[in-house]
């Protein structure tokens, strides 16, 4: 295929996030050549209206050096663009190439533009300040807060941090904590960055607001809670106060204890308490907020979806993992609180479907982002339609019995449609109706049944 005819097909595909068209060179062009740098990169076809139709210029020798020159003059940092002319139908048309720019966002005119489908828009601060976080591979919770020191954190927390990455990795660590803490970028400069400060704060921070609400109405609440302790602690806190609004269904077995079910799936409700502390943006004002209702649960968070992630992404599973707090993620993954970056939307509605009940909603909702779970039963014939065997605290009982000792990583392997998690709770789950305990030593014991 030669190049005018390739120059047609992508005029006749019409204007997208990657071509815009343009009848002459004006303002508007360079907005255009800040808002592809700022993305993928792109091109802008000059003499071209917006119907696609081939409209001309007219040029002298001097034009396209003086459109880059009027490009780069009015660039922050200067962008230095390729502009060739081309004759199509007879017709003269310029097409300016713009590659994606290394040092994120450019500015015209002291305003920072982003490519939106087929225009362009004025970027927030917030985004402002995501895309340079991205330029340099950092994020804002990686930076020191100079707002916070070393008396407003609790060694306890420290402590219990270090456990927990300790008994996830089985591993003793022989530095002292401030080390380890400066290993895992929480400390710069000896000062307490945004992340450490979050995971280990020993104060009620407005930064870490965390309210839950049980609703009878929209407007009436007949219990609720504010947490506003590290947000490593937040996780039991706010799934205890959740259970205590659960209905139980007790399901008869054959074993001697009755079985219990909670109305909604415990390990996709965690999950969505994970995924708000993880990726909430602390920078703003607002609160993580859930409210409990009689037919559903909604839990929303400050701060819409990062970067180029969409809700038709999420829901066809089709993006790469990004967060807008790497080091909180980071110290999250470390101690086996998060399994595996960007697998949470997958796993919450593979236990919602493994429960039996509709699958959750998610959507980009005033500031920020929310995910609405239903009580609402799936028909008997869809249940476990995708999800592969629902495996339950029985099946984990059986292989610890037939291979022991074993440790939970190993069971996990073995069920791969679970997750680790829910092998760990059903471990612990046996472990309380006494039926199986931990023999040895953490490296080279298991679990065996009584």
Same mark, same amino acid.
């Given at each position: 295929?030669?190049?005018?005819?390739?120059?047609?097909?992508?005029?006749?595909?019409?204007?997208?996030?990657?071509?815009?068209?343009?009848?002459?060179?004006?303002?508007?062009?360079?907005?255009?050549?800040?808002?592809?740098?700022?993305?993928?990169?792109?091109?802008?076809?000059?003499?071209?209206?917006?119907?696609?139709?081939?409209?001309?210029?007219?040029?002298?020798?001097?034009?396209?050096?003086?459109?880059?020159?009027?490009?780069?003059?009015?660039?922050?940092?200067?962008?230095?663009?390729?502009?060739?002319?081309?004759?199509?139908?007879?017709?003269?048309?310029?097409?300016?190439?713009?590659?994606?720019?290394?040092?994120?966002?450019?500015?015209?005119?002291?305003?920072?533009?982003?490519?939106?489908?087929?225009?362009?828009?004025?970027?927030?601060?917030?985004?402002?300040?995501?895309?340079?976080?991205?330029?340099?591979?950092?994020?804002?919770?990686?930076?020191?807060?100079?707002?916070?020191?070393?008396?407003?954190?609790?060694?306890?927390?420290?402590?219990?941090?270090?456990?927990?990455?300790?008994?996830?990795?089985?591993?003793?660590?022989?530095?002292?904590?401030?080390?380890?803490?400066?290993?895992?970028?929480?400390?710069?400069?000896?000062?307490?960055?945004?992340?450490?400060?979050?995971?280990?704060?020993?104060?009620?921070?407005?930064?870490?607001?965390?309210?839950?609400?049980?609703?009878?109405?929209?407007?009436?609440?007949?219990?609720?809670?504010?947490?506003?302790?590290?947000?490593?602690?937040?996780?039991?806190?706010?799934?205890?106060?959740?259970?205590?609004?659960?209905?139980?269904?007790?399901?008869?077995?054959?074993?001697?204890?009755?079985?219990?079910?909670?109305?909604?799936?415990?390990?996709?409700?965690? %999950?969505?308490?994970?995924?708000?502390?993880?990726?909430?943006?602390?920078?703003?004002?607002?609160?993580?907020?859930?409210?409990?209702?009689?037919?559903?649960?909604?839990?929303?968070?400050?701060?819409?979806?990062?970067?180029?992630?969409?809700?038709?992404?999420?829901?066809?599973?089709?993006?790469?993992?990004?967060?807008?707090?790497?080091?909180?993620?980071?110290?999250?993954?470390?101690?086996?609180?998060?399994?595996?970056?960007?697998?949470?939307?997958?796993?919450?509605?593979?236990?919602?479907?493994?429960?039996?009940?509709?699958?959750?909603?998610?959507? %980009?909702?005033?500031?920020?982002?929310?995910?609405?779970?239903?009580?609402?039963?799936?028909?008997?014939?869809?249940?476990?339609?995708?999800?592969?065997?629902?495996?339950?605290?029985?099946?984990?009982?059986?292989?610890?019995?037939?291979?022991?000792?074993?440790?939970?990583?190993?069971?996990?392997?073995?069920?791969?449609?679970?997750?680790?998690?829910?092998? %760990?709770?059903?471990?612990?789950?046996?472990?309380?109706?006494?039926?199986? %305990?931990?023999?040895?030593?953490?490296?080279?014991?298991?679990?065996?049944?009584?």
């Amino acid at each position: 295929m030669d190049k005018n005819t390739n120059i047609l097909t992508i005029l006749e595909n019409g204007e997208n996030s990657f071509v815009e068209f343009k009848l002459s060179f004006q303002k508007e062009v360079i907005e255009s050549v800040v808002s592809f740098s700022n993305a993928k990169g792109g091109k802008i076809f000059i003499g071209v209206d917006d119907d696609s139709k081939i409209i001309g210029v007219n040029i002298s020798n001097e034009t396209i050096q003086n459109y880059i020159n009027t490009i780069k003059q009015n660039t922050q940092p200067n962008i230095i663009v390729d502009i060739d002319e081309y004759e199509i139908r007879s017709k003269l048309i310029l097409i300016i190439d713009i590659k994606e720019y290394p040092l994120k966002p450019i500015a015209y005119k002291n305003r920072y533009y982003k490519r939106v489908k087929n225009s362009n828009h004025i970027m927030s601060l917030d985004e402002i300040s995501n895309e340079h976080f991205k330029t340099i591979n950092s994020s804002w919770d990686y930076y020191v807060d100079d707002r916070h020191s070393f008396s407003d954190i609790s060694q306890e927390n420290i402590d219990k941090f270090i456990r927990k990455i300790e008994k996830f990795q089985d591993k003793n660590f022989t530095d002292d904590p401030m080390t380890i803490l400066r290993k895992y970028e929480l400390l710069k400069d000896e000062k307490l960055t945004f992340g450490a400060y979050l995971l280990f704060t020993s104060n009620n921070s407005v930064l870490t607001a965390f309210q839950i609400g049980r609703f009878k109405s929209p407007t009436k609440i007949i219990d609720n809670i504010d947490i506003n302790t590290d947000i490593l602690s937040q996780i039991d806190t706010a799934i205890e106060f959740l259970k205590k609004h659960f209905m139980i269904e007790y399901i008869i077995t054959g074993n001697p204890q009755r079985e219990e079910k909670y109305d909604y799936p415990l390990e996709a409700i965690r %999950e969505i308490v994970i995924n708000m502390i993880v990726h909430r943006d602390y920078r703003g004002s607002g609160n993580s907020i859930i409210k409990i209702f009689d037919d559903r649960m909604e839990f929303f968070n400050p701060g819409k979806l990062y970067d180029d992630i969409t809700i038709e992404k999420l829901n066809n599973n089709d993006y790469s993992s990004r967060t807008r707090n790497r080091a909180i993620a980071r110290a999250f993954k470390e101690a086996g609180i998060i399994e595996q970056y960007g697998s949470g939307i997958k796993r919450i509605k593979n236990e919602c479907e493994i429960h039996g009940i509709i699958e959750p909603k998610f959507e %980009e909702f005033v500031h920020g982002f929310r995910v609405i779970v239903y009580k609402e039963k799936l028909s008997t014939s869809n249940v476990g339609v995708n999800v592969g065997v629902n495996v339950g605290v029985n099946e984990i009982y059986q292989f610890i019995k037939e291979n022991q000792p074993t440790k939970a990583n190993i069971i996990s392997k073995s069920y791969p449609e679970i997750t680790q998690r829910t092998v %760990e709770r059903y471990i612990k789950e046996l472990k309380e109706q006494d039926k199986i %305990e931990f023999n040895g030593s953490p490296k080279t014991g298991g679990y065996i049944v009584k």
